[in-house]
Protein backbone atom coordinates (compact mmCIF):
# COMPACT_ATOMS: atom_id res chain seq x y z
CA UNK A 1 0.00 0.00 0.00
CA UNK A 2 1.24 3.29 -1.22
CA UNK A 3 2.15 5.76 1.95
CA UNK A 4 3.70 9.48 1.17
CA UNK A 5 6.06 8.39 4.42
CA UNK A 6 10.20 8.47 3.38
CA UNK A 7 11.50 5.14 4.81
CA UNK A 8 14.50 6.47 7.57
CA UNK A 9 16.03 2.80 7.30
CA UNK A 10 19.35 3.61 6.72
CA UNK A 11 21.73 1.30 8.82
CA UNK A 12 23.17 0.24 5.75
CA UNK A 13 24.87 3.27 4.30
CA UNK A 14 26.27 1.03 1.30
CA UNK A 15 22.59 0.65 0.69
CA UNK A 16 21.86 4.11 1.04
CA UNK A 17 21.51 4.98 -2.43
CA UNK A 18 19.24 1.69 -3.20
CA UNK A 19 17.00 2.81 -0.83
CA UNK A 20 16.83 6.44 -1.84
CA UNK A 21 15.63 4.97 -5.47
CA UNK A 22 12.43 4.25 -5.91
CA UNK A 23 11.36 1.05 -8.31
CA UNK A 24 8.08 1.44 -9.87
CA UNK A 25 7.08 -0.81 -12.93
CA UNK A 26 5.41 1.91 -14.65
CA UNK A 27 4.12 -0.11 -18.33
CA UNK A 28 3.21 -3.27 -18.91
CA UNK A 29 2.11 -4.78 -22.14
CA UNK A 30 -0.81 -6.79 -22.94
CA UNK A 31 -1.98 -8.54 -26.36
CA UNK A 32 -4.39 -7.06 -28.00
CA UNK A 33 -5.31 -10.91 -29.00
CA UNK A 34 -4.83 -11.85 -25.34
CA UNK A 35 -8.50 -10.88 -23.72
CA UNK A 36 -10.92 -14.15 -23.10
CA UNK A 37 -14.45 -13.66 -24.36
CA UNK A 38 -13.96 -12.56 -28.04
CA UNK A 39 -13.68 -14.77 -31.85
CA UNK B 1 7.17 11.85 -2.34
CA UNK B 2 6.59 7.84 -2.89
CA UNK B 3 8.89 5.74 -1.44
CA UNK B 4 8.31 2.05 -2.54
CA UNK B 5 10.15 -1.16 -1.89
CA UNK B 6 10.99 -3.70 -4.36
CA UNK B 7 8.30 -6.41 -2.66
CA UNK B 8 5.03 -6.83 -4.89
CA UNK B 9 2.34 -4.35 -3.80
CA UNK B 10 -1.33 -4.04 -4.40
CA UNK B 11 -0.08 -1.00 -6.48
CA UNK B 12 2.31 -2.39 -8.54
CA UNK B 13 3.71 -5.64 -10.77
CA UNK B 14 1.39 -7.81 -12.80
CA UNK B 15 -0.55 -8.66 -10.36
CA UNK B 16 -2.20 -5.31 -10.20
CA UNK B 17 -2.61 -4.70 -13.25
CA UNK B 18 -4.92 -7.85 -13.95
CA UNK B 19 -7.16 -6.55 -10.57
CA UNK B 20 -7.68 -3.42 -12.03
CA UNK B 21 -8.69 -4.63 -15.18
CA UNK B 22 -11.44 -7.47 -13.16
CA UNK B 23 -13.30 -3.98 -11.68
CA UNK B 24 -13.51 -3.25 -15.47
CA UNK B 25 -12.79 -0.13 -17.56
CA UNK B 26 -14.98 3.36 -19.03
CA UNK B 27 -14.96 1.22 -22.08
CA UNK B 28 -13.78 -1.85 -23.76
CA UNK B 29 -10.66 -2.81 -24.90
CA UNK B 30 -12.19 -4.78 -27.77
CA UNK B 31 -15.30 -6.57 -28.46
CA UNK B 32 -17.03 -9.18 -30.47
CA UNK B 33 -20.08 -7.80 -32.84
CA UNK B 34 -21.86 -10.47 -34.49
CA UNK B 35 -23.62 -8.62 -37.65
CA UNK B 36 -25.83 -11.02 -38.70
CA UNK B 37 -27.70 -14.56 -37.45
CA UNK B 38 -27.35 -15.77 -41.32
CA UNK B 39 -24.77 -18.30 -42.08
CA UNK B 40 -24.20 -20.56 -45.33
CA UNK B 41 -23.31 -23.27 -42.84
CA UNK B 42 -24.18 -25.10 -39.90
CA UNK B 43 -21.53 -26.38 -37.52
CA UNK B 44 -22.38 -28.76 -35.09
CA UNK B 45 -20.44 -26.17 -31.98
CA UNK B 46 -21.75 -22.80 -33.48
CA UNK B 47 -21.58 -20.35 -30.33
CA UNK B 48 -24.30 -18.25 -31.49
CA UNK B 49 -26.87 -21.35 -33.08
CA UNK B 50 -26.74 -19.40 -36.24
CA UNK B 51 -28.26 -20.31 -39.94
CA UNK B 52 -31.69 -17.79 -40.45
CA UNK B 53 -31.12 -13.92 -40.45
CA UNK B 54 -33.16 -12.38 -37.37
CA UNK B 55 -35.38 -9.96 -39.20
CA UNK B 56 -34.75 -7.91 -35.66
CA UNK B 57 -31.23 -6.93 -37.38
CA UNK B 58 -29.80 -3.95 -36.90
CA UNK B 59 -29.72 -1.81 -39.80
CA UNK B 60 -27.06 -0.10 -41.93
CA UNK B 61 -27.77 3.34 -40.26
CA UNK B 62 -28.01 1.91 -36.73
CA UNK B 63 -24.82 0.12 -37.17
CA UNK B 64 -23.16 3.10 -38.34
CA UNK B 65 -24.53 4.61 -35.00
CA UNK B 66 -22.56 2.16 -33.11
CA UNK B 67 -19.39 2.12 -34.35
CA UNK B 68 -19.69 5.87 -33.97
CA UNK B 69 -20.28 5.51 -30.34
CA UNK B 70 -16.81 2.88 -30.44
CA UNK B 71 -14.86 5.76 -31.78
CA UNK B 72 -15.89 7.90 -29.04
CA UNK B 73 -15.43 5.40 -26.59
CA UNK B 74 -11.88 4.91 -28.25
CA UNK B 75 -12.18 1.33 -28.85
CA UNK B 76 -9.09 0.31 -30.92
CA UNK B 77 -10.56 -2.71 -32.15
CA UNK B 78 -13.57 -4.70 -33.25
CA UNK B 79 -14.09 -8.50 -34.15
CA UNK B 80 -16.67 -9.03 -36.44
CA UNK B 81 -18.32 -12.27 -36.67
CA UNK B 82 -21.86 -13.82 -36.75
CA UNK B 83 -22.93 -16.47 -38.44
CA UNK B 84 -21.34 -15.16 -41.95
CA UNK B 85 -20.40 -11.59 -41.48
CA UNK B 86 -20.10 -11.42 -45.11
CA UNK B 87 -23.12 -12.41 -45.91
CA UNK B 88 -24.97 -9.13 -45.22
CA UNK B 89 -25.33 -6.66 -48.13
CA UNK B 90 -23.58 -3.71 -46.27
CA UNK B 91 -20.26 -6.22 -45.05
CA UNK B 92 -18.03 -3.39 -46.72
CA UNK B 93 -19.35 -0.52 -46.37
CA UNK B 94 -19.67 -1.20 -42.50
CA UNK B 95 -15.81 -2.40 -42.43
CA UNK B 96 -14.95 0.35 -44.28
CA UNK B 97 -16.53 2.96 -41.98
CA UNK B 98 -15.12 1.06 -38.87
CA UNK B 99 -11.65 1.37 -40.11
CA UNK B 100 -12.67 5.26 -41.32
CA UNK B 101 -13.32 6.20 -37.60
CA UNK B 102 -9.93 4.64 -36.33
CA UNK B 103 -11.48 1.39 -35.40
CA UNK B 104 -9.42 -1.79 -36.43
CA UNK B 105 -11.26 -4.69 -37.70
CA UNK B 106 -11.10 -8.02 -37.02
CA UNK B 107 -13.72 -10.05 -38.91
CA UNK B 108 -14.04 -13.80 -38.88
CA UNK B 109 -15.10 -16.27 -41.63
CA UNK B 110 -15.83 -19.45 -43.03
CA UNK B 111 -14.67 -18.18 -46.48
CA UNK B 112 -17.35 -18.96 -48.66
CA UNK B 113 -17.68 -15.47 -49.63
CA UNK B 114 -14.01 -14.77 -50.39
CA UNK B 115 -13.38 -15.52 -54.23
CA UNK B 116 -9.97 -13.69 -55.82
CA UNK B 117 -11.95 -10.67 -56.69
CA UNK B 118 -13.04 -9.59 -52.71
CA UNK B 119 -9.49 -11.30 -51.69
CA UNK B 120 -7.92 -8.47 -53.64
CA UNK B 121 -9.96 -5.83 -52.50
CA UNK B 122 -9.67 -6.83 -48.67
CA UNK B 123 -5.79 -6.90 -49.29
CA UNK B 124 -6.10 -3.42 -50.58
CA UNK B 125 -7.32 -2.30 -46.77
CA UNK B 126 -5.92 -1.78 -43.79
CA UNK B 127 -5.93 -2.03 -40.45
CA UNK B 128 -7.78 -5.38 -41.60
CA UNK B 129 -7.30 -8.89 -40.15
CA UNK B 130 -9.32 -12.14 -41.20
CA UNK B 131 -9.64 -15.28 -39.69
CA UNK B 132 -10.57 -17.96 -40.95
CA UNK B 133 -12.48 -21.00 -39.45
CA UNK B 134 -11.21 -24.33 -39.56
CA UNK B 135 -11.68 -27.48 -36.81
CA UNK B 136 -9.72 -30.13 -38.88
CA UNK B 137 -6.57 -30.55 -41.21
CA UNK B 138 -8.64 -32.94 -43.44
CA UNK B 139 -11.92 -33.11 -45.01
CA UNK B 140 -12.95 -36.03 -42.97
CA UNK B 141 -12.25 -34.12 -39.57
CA UNK B 142 -13.44 -30.94 -40.24
CA UNK B 143 -16.55 -31.39 -42.66
CA UNK B 144 -17.90 -34.00 -39.47
CA UNK B 145 -18.17 -30.81 -37.48
CA UNK B 146 -18.70 -27.67 -40.13
CA UNK B 147 -20.51 -29.53 -43.13
CA UNK B 148 -19.23 -30.93 -46.51
CA UNK B 149 -17.41 -29.07 -48.29
CA UNK B 150 -16.70 -26.49 -45.82
CA UNK B 151 -12.94 -27.48 -45.29
CA UNK B 152 -12.13 -27.27 -49.40
CA UNK B 153 -14.15 -23.61 -49.25
CA UNK B 154 -11.80 -22.51 -46.08
CA UNK B 155 -8.27 -23.79 -47.92
CA UNK B 156 -10.11 -22.18 -51.46
CA UNK B 157 -10.37 -19.05 -49.39
CA UNK B 158 -7.05 -18.89 -48.08
CA UNK B 159 -5.23 -19.91 -51.48
CA UNK B 160 -7.26 -15.87 -52.63
CA UNK B 161 -5.98 -14.55 -49.79
CA UNK B 162 -2.30 -15.48 -50.44
CA UNK B 163 -2.76 -14.67 -53.63
CA UNK B 164 -3.67 -11.63 -53.54
CA UNK B 165 -0.95 -10.63 -51.30
CA UNK B 166 -3.09 -9.94 -48.33
CA UNK B 167 -0.56 -10.84 -45.58
CA UNK B 168 -0.60 -12.80 -42.35
CA UNK B 169 -4.41 -13.79 -41.86
CA UNK B 170 -5.45 -15.87 -38.89
CA UNK B 171 -6.72 -19.71 -38.98
CA UNK B 172 -8.98 -20.23 -35.74
CA UNK B 173 -9.68 -23.29 -34.48
CA UNK B 174 -11.79 -25.01 -32.26
CA UNK B 175 -9.89 -27.30 -29.99
CA UNK B 176 -12.02 -30.98 -30.22
CA UNK B 177 -11.59 -34.50 -29.21
CA UNK B 178 -11.46 -35.46 -32.76
CA UNK B 179 -8.28 -32.87 -33.99
CA UNK B 180 -6.59 -32.22 -30.54
CA UNK B 181 -4.15 -34.39 -32.17
CA UNK B 182 -3.43 -32.50 -35.63
CA UNK B 183 -2.02 -29.68 -34.10
CA UNK B 184 1.39 -29.90 -35.34
CA UNK B 185 -0.45 -30.36 -38.80
CA UNK B 186 -2.63 -26.84 -38.14
CA UNK B 187 0.67 -25.13 -37.41
CA UNK B 188 2.10 -26.62 -40.26
CA UNK B 189 -1.01 -25.39 -42.67
CA UNK B 190 -0.63 -21.70 -41.21
CA UNK B 191 2.64 -21.36 -42.02
CA UNK B 192 2.22 -22.74 -45.33
CA UNK B 193 -0.18 -19.89 -46.34
CA UNK B 194 1.88 -17.15 -43.99
CA UNK B 195 -0.89 -17.37 -41.36
CA UNK B 196 -0.77 -17.26 -37.58
CA UNK B 197 -2.61 -20.26 -36.22
CA UNK B 198 -5.64 -19.48 -33.08
CA UNK B 199 -6.65 -22.28 -31.21
CA UNK B 200 -8.94 -21.65 -28.93
CA UNK B 201 -11.32 -23.19 -26.53
CA UNK B 202 -14.65 -25.21 -26.83
CA UNK B 203 -17.39 -24.22 -25.13
CA UNK B 204 -21.04 -25.78 -24.75
CA UNK B 205 -22.47 -22.64 -25.88
CA UNK B 206 -25.12 -22.28 -28.51
CA UNK B 207 -25.32 -25.78 -30.56
CA UNK B 208 -22.60 -26.57 -28.83
CA UNK B 209 -24.51 -27.53 -25.15
CA UNK B 210 -25.91 -30.34 -27.40
CA UNK B 211 -22.54 -31.52 -28.71
CA UNK B 212 -19.78 -30.37 -25.93
CA UNK B 213 -19.89 -33.69 -24.10
CA UNK B 214 -18.83 -35.87 -27.11
CA UNK B 215 -16.56 -33.05 -28.41
CA UNK B 216 -14.92 -31.65 -25.47
CA UNK B 217 -11.04 -32.28 -24.89
CA UNK B 218 -10.75 -35.12 -22.56
CA UNK B 219 -8.37 -34.64 -19.19
CA UNK B 220 -5.34 -36.00 -20.92
CA UNK B 221 -6.00 -34.32 -23.93
CA UNK B 222 -6.48 -31.15 -22.45
CA UNK B 223 -2.97 -31.74 -20.43
CA UNK B 224 -2.09 -32.43 -23.85
CA UNK B 225 -2.88 -29.14 -25.42
CA UNK B 226 -1.38 -27.38 -22.37
CA UNK B 227 2.26 -28.96 -23.25
CA UNK B 228 1.73 -28.56 -26.34
CA UNK B 229 1.12 -24.69 -25.96
CA UNK B 230 4.06 -24.15 -24.18
CA UNK B 231 6.57 -26.14 -26.27
CA UNK B 232 5.60 -24.82 -29.43
CA UNK B 233 2.95 -22.06 -28.86
CA UNK B 234 5.16 -19.01 -29.04
CA UNK B 235 3.51 -17.46 -31.87
CA UNK B 236 0.09 -19.10 -31.68
CA UNK B 237 -2.36 -17.42 -30.10
CA UNK B 238 -5.74 -18.60 -27.90
CA UNK B 239 -7.37 -15.50 -27.48
CA UNK B 240 -6.95 -16.17 -23.85
CA UNK B 241 -9.31 -19.26 -23.19
CA UNK B 242 -7.31 -21.82 -21.94
CA UNK B 243 -6.01 -20.19 -18.86
CA UNK B 244 -7.93 -22.99 -17.04
CA UNK B 245 -5.20 -25.31 -17.68
CA UNK B 246 -3.02 -23.04 -15.74
CA UNK B 247 -3.45 -25.16 -12.96
CA UNK B 248 -1.42 -27.96 -14.78
CA UNK B 249 2.05 -26.72 -14.12
CA UNK B 250 4.12 -23.30 -12.45
CA UNK B 251 4.64 -21.56 -16.06
CA UNK B 252 1.18 -19.72 -17.10
CA UNK B 253 0.02 -19.70 -20.81
CA UNK B 254 0.54 -16.11 -21.89
CA UNK B 255 -2.57 -13.75 -21.78
CA UNK B 256 -4.30 -12.01 -19.03
CA UNK B 257 -5.52 -14.96 -17.99
CA UNK B 258 -8.43 -13.91 -16.33
CA UNK B 259 -12.76 -13.46 -17.77
CA UNK B 260 -13.24 -10.32 -19.86
CA UNK B 261 -16.81 -10.64 -19.82
CA UNK B 262 -18.34 -7.35 -19.04
CA UNK B 263 -14.90 -5.80 -17.66
CA UNK B 264 -12.77 -5.53 -20.98
CA UNK B 265 -14.56 -7.27 -23.31
CA UNK B 266 -18.64 -7.77 -24.45
CA UNK B 267 -20.39 -9.09 -27.61
CA UNK B 268 -22.80 -7.16 -29.48
CA UNK B 269 -25.33 -9.72 -31.45
CA UNK B 270 -27.12 -9.01 -34.61
CA UNK B 271 -29.98 -7.14 -33.30
CA UNK B 272 -28.29 -4.62 -30.59
CA UNK B 273 -28.48 -6.71 -27.56
CA UNK B 274 -25.29 -6.51 -25.51
CA UNK B 275 -24.21 -9.65 -23.82
CA UNK B 276 -20.96 -9.99 -21.34
CA UNK B 277 -19.54 -12.27 -23.98
CA UNK B 278 -19.85 -14.72 -27.04
CA UNK B 279 -20.60 -17.77 -25.48
CA UNK B 280 -23.35 -16.50 -22.95
CA UNK B 281 -26.23 -15.61 -25.61
CA UNK B 282 -28.44 -16.22 -22.32
CA UNK B 283 -30.88 -14.00 -20.36
CA UNK B 284 -28.99 -14.21 -17.67
CA UNK B 285 -25.80 -12.21 -19.09
CA UNK B 286 -27.70 -9.91 -20.92
CA UNK B 287 -26.64 -6.33 -19.89
CA UNK B 288 -29.14 -4.81 -22.89
CA UNK B 289 -29.47 -3.25 -25.78
CA UNK B 290 -27.54 -0.83 -28.17
CA UNK B 291 -31.77 0.57 -29.15
CA UNK B 292 -32.07 1.37 -25.16
CA UNK B 293 -31.49 5.16 -24.57
CA UNK B 294 -28.16 6.30 -24.22
CA UNK B 295 -27.36 3.28 -26.12
CA UNK B 296 -24.06 1.22 -25.78
CA UNK B 297 -22.20 3.65 -23.66
CA UNK B 298 -25.03 3.61 -21.38
CA UNK B 299 -25.44 -0.53 -21.32
CA UNK B 300 -21.11 -0.87 -20.79
CA UNK B 301 -21.06 1.60 -18.15
CA UNK B 302 -24.18 1.21 -16.50
CA UNK B 303 -26.04 -1.79 -16.84
CA UNK B 304 -26.36 -3.71 -13.67
CA UNK B 305 -25.06 -6.81 -14.72
CA UNK B 306 -21.53 -5.50 -15.78
CA UNK B 307 -21.45 -3.57 -12.71
CA UNK B 308 -22.29 -7.10 -10.99
CA UNK B 309 -19.41 -8.54 -13.01
CA UNK B 310 -17.17 -5.70 -11.76
CA UNK B 311 -17.41 -6.35 -8.07
CA UNK B 312 -14.78 -9.01 -6.87
CA UNK B 313 -16.16 -12.46 -7.67
CA UNK B 314 -16.71 -15.09 -4.94
CA UNK B 315 -14.25 -18.21 -5.80
CA UNK B 316 -17.16 -20.05 -3.68
CA UNK B 317 -16.35 -24.49 -4.08
CA UNK B 318 -12.84 -23.31 -5.39
CA UNK B 319 -11.79 -20.81 -2.52
CA UNK B 320 -9.71 -23.89 -0.71
CA UNK B 321 -8.25 -25.06 -3.61
CA UNK B 322 -4.27 -23.73 -4.30
CA UNK B 323 -4.99 -23.53 -8.13
CA UNK B 324 -7.39 -20.86 -8.02
CA UNK B 325 -4.85 -17.86 -8.66
CA UNK B 326 -4.01 -19.79 -11.48
CA UNK B 327 -7.34 -20.79 -12.97
CA UNK B 328 -9.66 -18.46 -11.67
CA UNK B 329 -12.78 -20.66 -11.50
CA UNK B 330 -12.42 -21.49 -15.24
CA UNK B 331 -15.49 -19.79 -17.49
CA UNK B 332 -18.32 -18.58 -16.75
CA UNK B 333 -20.12 -20.33 -20.03
CA UNK B 334 -18.99 -23.41 -19.72
CA UNK B 335 -20.38 -23.36 -16.14
CA UNK B 336 -23.34 -21.91 -16.64
CA UNK B 337 -24.37 -24.38 -19.96
CA UNK B 338 -23.52 -27.60 -18.07
CA UNK B 339 -25.38 -26.31 -15.14
CA UNK B 340 -23.01 -25.83 -12.73
CA UNK B 341 -22.90 -22.90 -10.16
CA UNK B 342 -21.05 -20.05 -11.10
CA UNK B 343 -18.87 -20.07 -8.02
CA UNK B 344 -18.47 -23.88 -8.63
CA UNK B 345 -15.54 -25.91 -10.40
CA UNK B 346 -15.20 -25.12 -14.38
CA UNK B 347 -16.30 -28.42 -16.28
CA UNK B 348 -12.91 -28.88 -17.12
CA UNK B 349 -11.45 -28.34 -13.65
CA UNK B 350 -8.09 -30.05 -14.35
CA UNK B 351 -8.34 -31.58 -10.73
CA UNK B 352 -11.51 -33.24 -11.54
CA UNK B 353 -13.50 -31.64 -9.85
CA UNK B 354 -15.57 -30.16 -12.55
CA UNK B 355 -16.64 -34.03 -13.04
CA UNK B 356 -18.32 -34.32 -9.76
CA UNK B 357 -20.03 -31.20 -9.72
CA UNK B 358 -22.05 -32.04 -13.23
CA UNK B 359 -22.50 -35.14 -11.61
CA UNK B 360 -24.45 -33.23 -8.95
CA UNK B 361 -26.23 -30.57 -11.42
CA UNK B 362 -27.73 -33.93 -13.45
CA UNK B 363 -28.73 -35.56 -9.87
CA UNK B 364 -30.38 -32.30 -9.62
CA UNK B 365 -34.26 -31.49 -10.35
CA UNK B 366 -33.73 -29.21 -12.98
CA UNK B 367 -32.02 -29.24 -16.42
CA UNK B 368 -29.24 -27.00 -17.17
CA UNK B 369 -29.94 -23.83 -18.83
CA UNK B 370 -31.19 -23.89 -22.75
CA UNK B 371 -29.19 -21.43 -25.14
CA UNK B 372 -31.82 -18.71 -26.03
CA UNK B 373 -31.77 -16.98 -29.98
CA UNK B 374 -31.54 -20.13 -31.77
CA UNK B 375 -30.93 -19.24 -35.40
CA UNK B 376 -30.76 -22.47 -36.68
CA UNK B 377 -31.96 -23.47 -39.74
CA UNK B 378 -35.32 -25.57 -39.65
CA UNK B 379 -35.37 -29.50 -40.43
CA UNK B 380 -32.29 -29.74 -39.37
CA UNK B 381 -30.75 -32.68 -39.91
CA UNK B 382 -28.13 -33.31 -36.97
CA UNK B 383 -24.68 -34.20 -38.16
CA UNK B 384 -23.99 -37.60 -36.42
CA UNK B 385 -20.79 -37.61 -34.07
CA UNK B 386 -19.90 -41.11 -33.86
CA UNK B 387 -18.06 -42.57 -30.87
CA UNK B 388 -14.71 -44.07 -31.96
CA UNK C 1 17.40 7.61 -22.80
CA UNK C 2 17.26 10.91 -20.80
CA UNK C 3 19.42 12.77 -23.63
CA UNK C 4 16.64 11.68 -26.14
CA UNK C 5 14.75 13.45 -28.17
CA UNK C 6 11.18 11.61 -28.42
CA UNK C 7 7.80 12.04 -29.59
CA UNK C 8 4.58 9.81 -29.67
CA UNK C 9 4.29 7.64 -32.71
CA UNK C 10 1.54 9.18 -35.11
CA UNK C 11 -0.03 5.57 -34.85
CA UNK C 12 -0.49 5.36 -31.64
CA UNK C 13 -3.50 6.11 -29.48
CA UNK C 14 -3.37 7.05 -26.22
CA UNK C 15 -6.57 6.68 -24.33
CA UNK C 16 -7.33 7.63 -20.43
CA UNK C 17 -7.68 5.44 -17.56
CA UNK C 18 -8.96 6.00 -13.74
CA UNK C 19 -4.81 4.32 -13.36
CA UNK C 20 -3.19 5.94 -16.13
CA UNK C 21 -3.43 4.55 -19.84
CA UNK C 22 -4.04 2.53 -22.77
CA UNK C 23 -1.46 2.86 -25.40
CA UNK C 24 -2.26 0.88 -28.44
CA UNK C 25 -0.17 0.73 -32.04
CA UNK C 26 -1.96 0.76 -34.85
CA UNK C 27 0.71 -0.90 -37.05
CA UNK C 28 2.43 -3.57 -34.61
CA UNK C 29 -0.82 -4.09 -32.71
CA UNK C 30 0.95 -3.34 -29.59
CA UNK C 31 -1.16 -2.87 -26.24
CA UNK C 32 0.69 -0.87 -23.01
CA UNK C 33 -0.51 -0.14 -20.08
CA UNK C 34 0.67 2.99 -18.81
CA UNK C 35 0.21 2.48 -15.33
CA UNK C 36 0.47 5.68 -13.09
CA UNK C 37 -0.88 9.08 -14.08
CA UNK C 38 2.72 10.24 -13.92
CA UNK C 39 3.63 8.20 -16.71
CA UNK C 40 0.84 9.21 -19.26
CA UNK C 41 1.57 13.01 -18.39
CA UNK C 42 5.22 12.57 -19.13
CA UNK C 43 4.63 10.64 -22.22
CA UNK C 44 2.08 13.75 -23.16
CA UNK C 45 4.59 16.12 -23.00
CA UNK C 46 7.95 14.44 -24.68
CA UNK C 47 7.31 16.32 -27.89
CA UNK C 48 7.40 19.42 -26.05
CA UNK C 49 10.44 19.32 -24.57
CA UNK C 50 14.09 19.08 -26.15
CA UNK C 51 14.91 16.01 -24.38
CA UNK C 52 13.56 13.43 -21.92
CA UNK C 53 15.17 14.77 -19.09
CA UNK C 54 13.73 18.32 -19.43
CA UNK C 55 10.19 16.79 -19.72
CA UNK C 56 10.63 15.09 -16.41
CA UNK C 57 11.57 18.01 -14.62
CA UNK C 58 8.76 20.06 -16.41
CA UNK C 59 6.46 17.47 -15.07
CA UNK C 60 8.21 17.60 -11.63
CA UNK C 61 9.19 13.94 -11.52
CA UNK C 62 11.24 13.24 -8.25
CA UNK C 63 14.46 12.59 -9.25
CA UNK C 64 14.99 9.29 -7.67
CA UNK C 65 11.76 8.00 -9.99
CA UNK C 66 13.97 8.71 -12.63
CA UNK C 67 15.25 5.31 -13.32
CA UNK C 68 11.74 3.32 -13.12
CA UNK C 69 10.83 6.45 -15.97
CA UNK C 70 13.60 5.94 -17.67
CA UNK C 71 13.54 1.93 -17.71
CA UNK C 72 9.78 2.18 -18.58
CA UNK C 73 10.46 5.31 -21.75
CA UNK C 74 13.39 2.60 -23.22
CA UNK C 75 10.64 -0.58 -23.22
CA UNK C 76 8.07 2.05 -25.24
CA UNK C 77 10.93 3.30 -27.70
CA UNK C 78 11.93 -0.34 -28.04
CA UNK C 79 8.16 -1.65 -28.64
CA UNK C 80 8.25 1.54 -30.82
CA UNK C 81 4.89 3.74 -28.93
CA UNK C 82 7.45 6.23 -29.51
CA UNK C 83 10.04 7.74 -31.78
CA UNK C 84 12.53 9.88 -31.89
CA UNK C 85 11.99 13.47 -32.89
CA UNK C 86 14.70 15.49 -35.33
CA UNK C 87 14.98 18.19 -33.38
Known amino acids: ?39 | MTVLDNSPSPTSGPAALVEQLKGGLDAPICLTWELTYACNLECVHCLSSSGRRDPRELDTDEAKAVLDELHDLQVFYINIGGGEPMIRRDFFELVEYSISKGIGVKFSTNGAFIDADKARRLAAMDYLDIQISLDGTDAVTNDAVRGDGSYDTAIEAMQHLRDAGFGEFKISVVVTRHNVDQLDEFKALADTYGAQLRITRLRPSGRGADSWHDLHPTQAQQRQIYEWLLAKGDDVLTGDSFFHLNALGEEPLPGLNMCGAGRVVCLIDPIGDVYACPFVIHDEFKAGSVRDPGGFSQVWKHSDLFTELREPQSAGACASCGSYDACQGGCMAAKFFVGIPLDGPDPECVRGEGEAAMLAAAAGQTAPPRPMMDHSKPARVPVSITRR | MLDSSLDLHPQVALRPEPFGALAYHYDTRKLVFLKHPDMVRVVRVLGDHETVADALTACDIDERRWPSFDKALTSLYESEMLHDRAR
Open chain 1, 1 to 39: MDDNTVSDETTDTAATDEADLVEELLVEEISIDGMCGVY
